[in-house]
């Protein structure tokens, strides 16, 4: 974009830009807070001078993220958002309420290049990544809609995080600064589908910032038919990066793992993902996957999801079942923002 969006501005950028037009220095740290706090209306932004507000209308794009459609779960209270970009690309993102606060998950691209077989984000195209305020500003944008402060947030919706790294540690480095947002980092996960490369530098990073990975498969075979990254990268250089990570950082990681019905949700299925993580310091979280009309994918039966649980349970692994939320309101990413390009485009 020729102009940046104003999200995208940290403090000594705002300082810059204050000097080069001759305002007073503390007017930086004033526009900052504001924009930090997810406005994106100048005319409430009362102790900043017209003459300044102008002036970021006229050298920033201000109205960078719109929200299109909000639906909320009559189940359970999720929300979700379609978020327009200033240039017609759309976002997704959830808003679930726990007893701990509000989680969120955000987008890190308009689409996804990865390809998953079972992912309705691969299926309704790529359109570009999304800027580190633009990632950002899911969270202060819906925080500022409905008055309440996030407590944590999940890097896993619309695209792969890794693909678009640049700006992903841009925008951990807005959502963690004290005077801004000031989200701790443990409060911050980011999900990838096993870029292992960027793993690494990630890793090298020593932030504090969770990691998950993507694997729905116990071995090669079976995700090279799922996932496209596994022909780049195969569960052996997978998992070495995965040890590495957790033996640098001390932290543990998530292996995500949704079950399809008759595809990976065996009894021997478990076995080999138990024999594939043995000695990670991991926790699996099992995912009742998403079904999306097209999909060959088919979620696996209760009877099946728990007795995949239970095996995992007496291999001795520590495993989770991701709590189902917003069924109602298609809150799994991708669903939503598909539907809407595949109507625009009849």
């Known amino acids: ?9 940290d403090l000594p950028a705002w300082e810059t830009w204050v000097k080069e037009k001759g305002y007073p220095h503390y007017r930086a740290a004033q526009i900052y807070q504001w924009f930090s706090k ?10 900043i001078p017209v003459q300044i507000r102008k002036a970021i209308e006229e050298d920033f794009i201000v109205m960078g993220l719109e929200i299109e459609k909000e639906l909320t779960s009559g189940i359970d209270g999720t929300k979700k958002f379609i978020f327009q970009l200033y240039d017609g690309h759309r976002v997704e993102t959830v808003l679930m309420k726990y007893k701990t606060g509000y989680s969120i998950c ?12 079972f992912c309705a984000s691969a299926h309704a195209g790529f359109g570009r990544s999304l800027t580190s305020g633009e990632m950002l500003g899911q969270i202060t944008v819906i925080s500022d809609h409905i008055g309440e402060r996030i407590h944590s947030v999940v890097v896993m919706g619309i695209g792969e995080p890794f693909d678009n790294y640049d700006n992903l540690m841009d925008f951990l480095k807005l959502a963690n600064d004290p005077e801004g947002l000031n989200l701790g980092a443990r409060h911050i996960t980011v999900s990838t589908c096993g870029l292992v490369p960027q793993m690494i530098e990630f890793m090298c990073a020593d932030l504090q910032v969770n990691l998950s ?3 729905h498969a116990p071995g090669d075979v079976l995700r ?10 195969d569960m052996d250089t997978l998992l070495d990066a995965c040890r590495r990570y957790t033996e640098r950082t001390g932290r543990r990681i998530t292996f995500e793992y949704s079950l399809f019905n008759g595809v990976n949700d065996s009894v021997s299925d478990a076995h080999d993902l138990a024999g594939q993580l043995r000695g990670i310091h991991c926790h699996i979280n ?13 979620r696996s039966t209760p009877e099946r ?8 349970e007496q291999l001795g692994m520590t ?3 991701r709590r189902e939320m917003g069924t109602d309101i298609m809150a799994a990413c991708g669903q939503l923002r598909r539907g809407m390009q595949e109507k625009e485009q009849i």
Do not use: W
């Not at 974009?1 to 501005?9: E, G, P, V």
């Open 224 to 233: 090279r038919s799922m996932m496209p990254v596994a022909n780049l990268y």
């Open 213 to 215: 990975v993507s694997l």
């Open 38 to 47: 997810g406005v994106q209306d100048t005319d409430r932004m009362k102790n």
């Open 106 to 117: 955000i987008s890190s691209q308009a689409g996804c290049r990865m390809g998953c077989a």
């Open 305 to 312: 999801v728990r007795t995949f649980q239970q095996t995992l």
């Open 1 to 9: 974009m020729s102009r940046r969006f104003t999200f995208d501005l």
């Open 286 to 298: 099992l995912i009742a996957a998403n079904e999306f009309e097209g999909s060959p994918y088919h």
């Open 319 to 321: 495993v989770t079942l």
